[in-house]
């Protein structure tokens, strides 16, 4: 069974930064792709970044030109490099692991809040 450990989330004022980390241990098979997603308050959660095993990005629009998303094979870690917040950015951000076969694994999620 895999494990999705999150770290890196807070409170930031308006225009600040932070970058997300999630850590994936246990039993991991044929990763395909990691990522992240986010749910504000009263809303769909959304989509804000995947990379792919052989480095393929992409990006909401909404973070485009703000967002990096990394990942470390070895460490079998994903980060997302967060500039220029707003906040809109406020939100649980959840970590996504997609594997060849089978059903993806979920985060429990970190929240990021903010601040005008």
């Known amino acids: 069974q895999v494990q999705l450990v999150e770290s890196g989330g807070g409170l930031v004022q308006a225009g600040g930064s932070l970058r997300l980390s999630c850590a994936a241990s246990?039993?991991?098979?044929?990763?395909?792709?990691m990522g992240w997603y986010r749910q504000a308050p009263g809303k769909q959660r959304e989509l804000v970044a995947t990379i792919t095993s052989d480095g393929a990005t992409n990006y909401a629009d909404s973070v485009k030109g703000r967002g990096t998303i990394s990942r470390d094979n070895a460490k079998k870690t994903v980060y997302l490099q967060m500039n220029s917040l707003k906040p809109e950015d406020t939100a649980v951000y959840y970590c996504?692991?997609?594997?060849?076969?089978?059903?993806?694994?979920w985060g429990q999620g970190t929240q990021v809040t903010v601040s005008s």
């Open positions: 996504l692991v997609a594997y060849m076969h089978g059903p993806p694994t």
């Open positions: 246990g039993t991991i098979y044929s990763i395909n792709a």
